[in-house]
């Protein structure tokens, strides 16, 4: 296969590659304070045209290398936060409009740059410092609460149902929240993790993987994380070496896939 971004490959690290939604469309952001979106053809090999893959447009923004970019659940929008800003900005996909969030009301951070959004499209959660969680209404991007964990939260995730919450600490605990009222529902520790990385929760609701700076990936059942405080895995995923920095399951929730970044391809399917 071609580079999807051959038409403008990016001159620096990029931070976001990630399908549309509902389009035959990729986009690609990152330190080069662009975000990219290229039509992704159908490879053909009697079509010169399947090997292009054209782009459709960048947007600049100035001063803004992004730290992470994602489209919204409707396909309409896309967020993008900085390496070191407190504002973020929403391209209006439709409109054509580039909105910046110069301050959000009742959100006091020095930087903003991990979030997560709803599976629903309601809410975005932003990851603040010193373990405060930050729930955002996506219509109008205001505070609706905020959550606090102890130490520091490195990681969160939605159920698929968007109903709770599992953010992660450095620490290497796991707290599980109820979205509608803010409240912790129950906390756990990942076993063996001295400093939690990533986490994922699968489609069908019925796995939480956790992956730490060892490079263990622990696999638990949702129903044990909900009820235990020191749940046994199912499986500890040993394969990588350098620290667990991505975790995702595959619609289906046949497959998981296990990435560091701090090596080049080390990516496991399990």
Not at 118 to 144: A, N, Q, R
Not at 167 to 174: A, I
């Amino acid at each position: 296969c071609p580079p999807a971004n051959q038409e403008r490959f990016a001159n620096g690290r990029l931070a976001t590659v990630q399908f549309h939604p509902c389009a035959q469309v990729v986009m690609t952001a990152g330190q080069d304070r662009s975000v990219s979106l290229f039509q992704v053809k159908n490879f053909n090999l009697s079509y010169v045209d399947g090997i292009r893959n054209p782009k459709i447009q960048s947007i600049y923004l100035e001063s803004f290398p992004v730290y992470k970019a994602c489209f919204s659940v409707d396909g309409e929008q896309v967020i993008a936060t900085g390496t070191h800003h407190k504002m973020f900005f929403v391209y209006d996909m439709m409109g054509g409009s580039i909105i910046p969030i110069e301050k959000v009301r009742g959100v006091e951070e020095r930087f903003l740059r991990s979030f997560e959004l709803s599976p629903d499209g309601s809410f975005m959660l932003l990851t603040g410092t010193s373990g405060y969680l930050h729930l955002l209404s996506m219509k109008t991007k205001e505070l609706i609460g905020t959550m606090k964990v102890n130490g520091r939260c490195t990681a969160t995730a939605f159920t698929p149902d968007s109903s709770k919450i599992y953010s992660y600490s450095k620490e290497g605990e796991v707290f599980i929240w109820d979205v509608r009222s803010r409240k912790c529902l129950h906390k756990f520790e990942d076993e063996g993790s001295l400093e939690g990385k990533c986490i994922a929760v699968s489609k069908n609701n019925q796995y939480v993987a956790c992956g730490s700076a060892s490079g263990v990936v622990n696999l638990y059942t949702t129903d044990v994380c909900l009820k235990e405080n020191h749940p046994k895995p199912v499986k500890a995923i040993m394969n990588l070496v350098t620290s667990a920095t991505c975790v995702t399951f595959n619609p289906t929730t046949e497959i998981l896939a296990v990435a560091s970044r701090e090596t080049d391809e080390a990516v496991k399917l399990v």
